[in-house]
């Protein structure tokens, strides 16, 4: 137990592999100086599945992390700016029911609540066009900096929309040769244990046997370590989360010039919703959907009327179809393996949670890594502690988006507002928020995946009715509440006087590159 962890071994590649091995010995070479070595075992045989290709403003801290410059990563990944998500049809249905999700916080957010000032007047605008300027940017389509804005900075908040497969590429090459990590491109043939029940070793066809100290499983729904060796058991939420199929397809621009959009659009359909995100060269959208409620023909359908209305061209046989099982681990850390990304779990594409909790997940081992298997142990407990709560708070916020929707149009949103479908915990929350909006200390820990901003936009974004406060509003309170409200319309026109398109800036950065931090 007293034995020092030096050797990690991470098993399988793809975006959850390249970024745990990144994140990890970036932070390890920042600390130590030797001593250590990371080796990441591939299949030459699995190809990534590519279904989100949508990540959080914090992708910009790993990559930074990391070492990788921004421009590099743009010009190479087929990478977009995305400031946020807009749902259409996720309320009523109708052509105009759409509301946005955006990546800034509102206005003073740390220490105002602008939500009851809103409340008073809600028909005048939405709540995210009331307290930030993100949804004005957006709608027309602008970038979230300049080109004289620096490396991972910005003037408003912003993440990315990228190319799975080239990321991986990307992410690959920079590992290998910036970060020492050890690419063994070869198949697993036998995982070998240790007396104590761990993993000694993994056994490969063409490179024998790989031992290690630690081992990551990033081997995808196959979870060839957590799932198939130790036998960790999956909890379904497909009772909670009801979409299970995905088809996903690349669509061209109808020129090189074409606009690209600021942020994702999901689109609620009959059974599901669609996806559709701007990259530079193409579209990537599909379809999610509950096979409970519809069919495949039914939901292709669906998918292919999608794209046509969007001025889309593709053809039928390029789609690709993608079972999904939303559902996790029942913990994710066993004896000395833990596993990341797909072979932990995974719910569905919407808010783009996969590839956050990769990210989250490859940084709480690496500002955590136990310095002995004996620590390993302490270790292992936390991050099960931490990551069942934060994978059962965003089921909450997931189910969240389907639960308020006053679609009757289907059986499939009908279903989605039966309580028996909601977990407790969300509607103890939804019982506060009736009498008030939600704010910092809602929840149980400091730092949460989906904030209460973010509830706030989703539920104001779909007509949630929070009573007016019986002891009313000081005066004090409505005037910085005003003055908030004004500074945010005036920041709105300055954005929209001075930021370039997307694609404007996307052009300008393969041209002259961004500045470096």
Known sequence: MAQAIKSIVIVGGGTAGWITAGTIAAKLQSEHADGFNITLVESPD????????????????????????????????????????????????????????????????????????????????????????????????????????????SIINYAYHLDAGRFSAFLQQHCTEKLNVRHVLDNVTAINAAENGDIASVSTTTNGDISGDLFIDCTGFKSLLLGEHFKVGFKSCKDVLFVDQALAIHVPYESEDAPIASHTISTGQSAGWVWDIGLQNRRGVGHVYSSAHTTEEQASEELLNYIAQT???????????????????????????????????????????????????ASMIADQFPATRYAMEIVAQRFNRTFLYRWDRIIDFLKLHYMLSKRNDSAFWIDNRDSASIPQSLQDQLTLWQYQPPWHNDFEHAIEVFPAASYQYVLYGMGFDTQASALGMSEVYKQKASSLRQKNTQQIQQMLKTLPSNRALINKIHQYGLQKV
Request: glycine share 8%; charged share 20%; aromatic share 10%.
């Open 311 to 361: 001025g889309g061209h593709v053809n039928e046989a390029d789609i690709r179809k993608i079972p999904l099982n939303p559902g996790h681990r029942v913990k994710f850390w066993h004896q000395n393996c833990v596993a990341i990304g797909l072979s932990a779990g995974f719910l569905e594409p919407l808010e783009a949670s996969s590839l956050l909790l990769v990210e989250i997940s």
């Open 46 to 153: 699995v190809k990534p599945i590519g279904v989100g290709e949508g990540t959080w403003p914090t992708m910009r801290r790993t990559l930074k992390a990391m070492g990788v410059r921004e421009t590099d990563f743009i010009r190479q990944c087929n990478v977009s700016f995305k400031q946020g998500a807009k749902f259409a049809k996720w309320v009523t249905g109708a052509e105009d029911d759409f509301y946005y999700h955006p990546l800034v916080l509102p206005q003073d957010f740390d220490s105002t609540n602008l939500a009851r000032h809103w409340m008073e007047r809600p028909f005048e605008q939405s709540f995210s066009q009331a307290v930030s300027p993100q949804e004005a940017v957006c709608e027309v389509g602008l970038a979230p900096k300049s080109i004289a804005t620096a490396e991972y900075t």
